[in-house]
């Protein structure tokens, strides 16, 4: 019984330590796209990122800083996006940002949600913030 507890403690340190190894990309050409096209108002994308997902199966935190050019805003917007990062097949917007700007659901209705607090979207949002 001991010998177990070791090593699901061993088990458990190694799994933390993948999770605290998310590496922050630049999203792929066809995840960025897929976005754009759902956001009304013409953008230029001005930073982009993507953080594979550990509680999706085979989906993506992706984040755009981007200016809207009729309102002439700036924006950082959160949305999960299922798929490979070059065959991305379905969009959920995260953060308030993505939701009013894209025609895309809100990723919190999904059965395994995904939300603002999650360590993905906070490493995206870190990301795109700096500079």
Same mark, same amino acid.
């Given at each position: %019984?001991?010998?177990?507890? +070791?090593?699901?403690? &061993? ?14 990309? $630049? ?10 096209? +759902? &956001? ?9 990122? !993507?953080?594979?997902?550990?509680? *999706?199966? #085979?989906?993506? =935190?992706?984040? /755009?800083?981007?200016?809207? *050019? ?11 996006? @299922?798929?490979?990062? *070059?065959? $991305? ?5 995260? #953060? !308030?940002? +993505?939701?009013?700007?894209?025609? =895309?659901?809100?990723?919190?209705? /999904?059965?395994? $949600?995904?939300? %603002? *607090?999650?360590? @993905?979207?906070? /490493?995206? %949002?870190?990301? /795109?913030? !700096?500079?």
């Amino acid at each position: %019984m001991l010998r177990r507890a +070791a090593f699901a403690i &061993i088990i458990g340190c190694f799994s933390l330590g993948v999770v605290n190894a998310a590496v922050v990309n $630049p999203a792929s050409r066809q995840q960025t796209t897929i976005i754009a096209k +759902a &956001i009304q108002d013409p953008i230029t994308v001005l930073k982009s990122a !993507a953080v594979k997902s550990s509680r *999706h199966r #085979n989906a993506f =935190y992706v984040g /755009l800083n981007f200016v809207a *050019h009729e309102l002439e805003r700036t924006g950082i917007g959160i949305w999960l996006v @299922e798929g490979s990062r *070059h065959k $991305p097949i379905a969009v959920f917007s995260i #953060n !308030a940002t +993505a939701v009013v700007f894209s025609k =895309y659901p809100k990723a919190q209705g /999904l059965e395994n $949600p995904a939300r %603002m *607090h999650d360590r @993905e979207a906070q /490493l995206i %949002m870190d990301y /795109l913030e !700096a500079q």
